[in-house]
């Protein structure tokens, strides 16, 4: 079962996906323990070794054990959170200082009423300061769009994407 996943999964699927998109975006992906006498090894344990039904990547916690604390090593995930809260006052500043020329506007999906009286509030919570990094995000996002194809307009995008 593990060479068919190596094989179909890893090798004929993901890892090319991996590339293909982080080459996109000129990124430099780093897939763990992929070494070719790492996976020899992996291939020839028994399955006991491999799994276990409570705990997830065994070995690997098992080995990290013996140098970090238990704690670390067993501690749940968690996200990567973007530090938006930080970043908050310069996406603002932005978003009010180009307020009538964003071409968010065009979509008619945003009250501009509603969006400037959240800009004028100094304090923002982590519900405002994420809708507003949306806000700035798909405009940059449809600027670089409508600079790729200078011929296309808004009301020519939303028709082409409605369903």
């Known amino acids: 079962m593990r060479a068919l996943d190596w094989r179909f999964f890893l090798e004929g699927d993901i890892l090319q ?6 080459m996109a975006h000129s990124l430099e ?11 020899k090894i ?16 065994k070995i690997l916690k098992t ?35 180009n307020f009538n020329d964003l071409i968010i506007w065009d979509l008619n999906l945003l009250d501009p ?14 519900e405002s300061a994420y809708f507003l990094f949306g806000i ?8 670089k769009l409508y600079s790729i194809n200078q011929n296309l307009k808004s009301h020519d995008f939303l028709q082409e994407t409605t369903v």
Not at 17 to 22: A, L, P
Not at 115 to 126: C, E
């Open 63 to 97: 080995v990290l054990c013996q140098t970090m604390d238990n704690d670390f090593v067993y501690r749940p995930k968690v996200g990567f959170m973007l530090p938006i809260e930080k970043w908050i006052h310069v996406i603002a500043n932005d978003l009010k200082s």
């Open 42 to 57: 992996a291939m020839h344990l028994p399955d006991k070794e491999l799994f276990d039904h409570k705990r997830t990547k």
């Open 17 to 22: 996906k991996v590339d293909i998109s982080s």
């Open 29 to 39: 992906a780093r897939v763990p323990f992929l070494d070719q006498d790492f996976i």
């Open 113 to 126: 009423h509603k969006v400037k009286l959240l800009l004028k509030n100094p304090k923002h919570t982590f």
């Open 136 to 143: 700035f995000t798909l405009n940059c996002w449809l600027e």
